[in-house]
């Protein structure tokens, strides 16, 4: 259960990331 | 045809694997557009924090669990979401230096890609946990065949609902049709077999304390069919070791 949400974090926080680095990107086209 | 091998983890990592191929999409079109990237480093901390954590329960996972698959197929997977993870922040450093780094671009595709693969990894390490019910289930099985009597087949009974419980949840997860079909096809023979088994049994017992005629057959009927479901419990082992990644070799 633990390691379910840690992983369930991860994956939140990558998802975070990838975003704003899409995001940023998508801004600037 | 679904990326991940269940359920739980599909729904946790396909939106993320989304975002990255939309990422790695950008990431063409900025090699020849030249587009910027701004400072991540806020966002690459939250996921440093977030596979510190990971890799903390993870280790204390492995310290106390009994399960040897898990011991074993656990610290790799920390090991890839860790490495990942630096390549994380050094494209954040790349990036707050040069925003239109091409190498740092890289860093951020493959560093995002390994922390999917390795949580994947690390996931799937809790697969196993069917598989060594099976592998109880086996050894029962195999004490029982060696026994001349009756007894030792009331643990074979318990373990065998417990198996084809820890099955019928395990086939609902699966996002593979196939794989769920085979599981269910498998669990069905067991279940067929078992009366049969019980059957086969209880002849050879009785034949052979009454010294009876028909030992040596009751014997073959007996090892028989012990040898039919010993087969289809390692069938059943084989499909839920299967991942997506092997479905090429076992085609």
Known sequence: EQILEAAKSIAAATSALVKSASAAQRELV | ?251
């Not at chain 2, 399960?67 to 494209?91: G, H, T, Y």
């Not at chain 2, 001349?148 to 318990?158: G, H, T």
């Not at chain 2, 373990?159 to 949840?169: C, F």
């Open chain 2, 1 to 251: 045809m679904p990326v991940f091998h269940t359920k739980t983890i599909e729904s946790i990592l396909e939106p993320v694997a989304q975002q990255i191929s939309h990422l790695v999409i950008m990431h063409e079109e900025g090699e020849v557009d030249g587009k910027a990237i701004p400072d991540l480093t806020v966002p690459v901390a939250a996921v440093q924090a977030a596979v510190s954590n990971l890799v903390r329960v993870g280790k204390e996972t492995v310290q106390t669990t009994e399960d040897q698959v898990m011991k074993r197929d656990m610290p790799p997977a920390f090991i890839k979401v860790e490495n990942s993870c630096s390549k994380l922040v050094q494209a954040a450093q790349m990036l707050k230096a040069d925003p239109y780094s091409v190498p740092a671009r890289d860093y951020l595709i493959d560093g995002s890609r390994g922390i999917l693969s390795g949580t994947s990894d690390l996931l799937l390490t809790f697969d196993e946990a069917e598989v060594q019910t099976c592998l109880c289930v086996q050894g029962q099985l195999h004490f029982l065949e060696q026994a001349n009597e009756f007894s030792p087949f009331f643990s074979l009974s318990s373990g065998m609902t417990k198996m084809s419980k820890m099955i019928e949840e395990r086939q609902q997860e699966l996002t593979h049709q196939e794989h769920r079909q085979m599981l269910i096809s498998s669990m069905n023979t067991v279940k067929e077999l078992l009366p049969v088994l019980i059957s086969a049994i209880k002849i050879f017992v009785t034949t052979k304390s009454s010294h009876g005629a028909g030992v040596e057959e009751a014997e073959r009927n007996r090892r028989f069919t012990f040898e039919k479901m010993s087969a289809e419990i390692n069938e059943i082992i084989r499909v839920l070791q299967l991942t997506t990644w092997d479905e090429d070799a076992w085609a």
